[in-house]
């Protein structure tokens, strides 16, 4: 009973002193990459060494670090920064952190389903162009995007360059017009099987997801995004106020 | 090699289908909670019987629906929508949805340790209110809070009603002003064994993960939080505008 206790206590703990290190690490505060030693981080935080190394079990089961004897605790993987402050494109939001390419799966006109016919707000029978994207940054998978396009912007698409391009901007050329308001739904769910072998992940990895339906600046919404993100290597960040509504 | 093509699309496929009924799903289209047969399904989205089965296999193993011979496929749990248009406590953004019920599960003063200190711009040796709580919607977990209070509006709270109120709601009442900004962090991570014990969760779910800093609306930081939303439960919506900078 009392062994059961000590060992709860411990791992709420170890969870408090995880969570602190991660922000530390995702803000990238250890600046040569390596962590303090253990002994330092006991200090650091008023706990037992028992308790650190619990706490670098959990962030080294995410993925986020790694211990290596003699080495020490060195930061295993970046986690990159998307903009939640306004509404953009991966290129354009990751343009500090290295170079965006896309690989198109798939891209083609499609009967849309009734749902994606109520979103884009078209007429039974026109078609949208659907596009199937998997995004890496510096070689590495981060996204897989699948995006329905209302036809007189997505067929132009055919012949741009969106391997090496966000739709967004693509999209804004050929409207000639900015892209006004978005809508989105954020969720977290687990990589199935194939989705995890694209992405080049775990099984059941965690990932964020995005529904996000963009507007032009007139109003017509125009493109009805599906993303799954891998959540080891991708935040999301923005702020928010207590008393102004966003617009 | 043109079997694997064949299941690589027609996973592919299903992964969309998915997606769009995961869609009508979280935001309650199908009313009484019974989605359609087989058949219409696939004619809906000009699929194979087979394909619609892989894509609510999909939805399945995420818990959205539950599929019984005889009865067909039915919505097997809600997932709420948490706001992201501006900064809202858990029973406020909620308040449609059922009562919040929070067990404090800690509560005391604590050292900061120096990443705490930091956020919240406080001088060394300044100790903090530290909070920890597992908040029930309507009886259910929901999320996991790690709170960080700086002193003066933090000590108050021992003698208030933690579990019928938001943390936000009472801080202004103590500050006797409204909150102000505040910075956030999404991520999505895997429940650890222990995590996903308090959660009643699955060890390896996927959780909505927010680091979030309030400032008063003098701009003092005075709550810093990590908050861990059971992924299955919550969604977080919003919207996002291209030209105007959220202030």
Tied chains: 1, 2.
Excluded at 44 to 65: M, P, V
Excluded at 124 to 148: F, K, M, Q
Excluded at 184 to 201: P, R
Aim: aromatic share 4%.
């Amino acid at each position: 009973m009392e062994l059961a206790e000590t060992r709860r206590r411990r791992a709420d703990r170890a969870r408090q002193v995880a969570d602190l290190l991660r922000r530390e690490i995702v803000h990238g505060s250890f600046g040569d990459g390596h962590l303090p030693l253990e002994a330092a981080l006991a200090r650091e935080f008023g706990t037992s060494r028992n308790t650190i190394r619990d706490a670098l079990d959990l962030l080294r089961d995410e993925g986020l670090i790694e211990r290596c004897p003699g080495v020490g605790t060195t930061v295993a993987a970046e986690k990159f920064p998307h903009g939640l402050h306004r509404l953009l494109g991966l290129a354009e939001t990751l343009s500090e952190h290295g170079e965006v390419v896309n690989e198109v799966r798939t891209m083609g006109f499609i009967e849309p389903p009734a749902a994606v016919r109520a979103r884009l707000a078209l007429p039974a029978g026109e078609p949208v162009v659907y596009v199937e994207r998997l995004r890496r940054l510096n070689g590495l998978p981060l996204s897989l995007d699948l995006t329905y396009l209302v036809r007189d912007v997505g067929e132009p698409l055919f012949d741009a360059d969106l391997v090496h391009n966000d739709v967004f901007v693509l999209l804004e050329g050929i409207a000639g017009q900015p892209l006004g308001r978005a809508e989105l739904t954020i969720e977290a769910v687990n990589a199935d099987a194939h989705t995890a072998a694209v992405l080049d992940a775990p099984r059941g990895a965690a990932l964020l997801m995005v529904e996000r339906l963009a507007h032009l600046s007139d109003g017509r919404p125009v493109d009805l995004e599906f993303i799954r993100f891998r959540g080891d290597r991708l935040t999301m960040r923005g702020h928010l106020s207590r008393t102004t509504e966003r617009e």
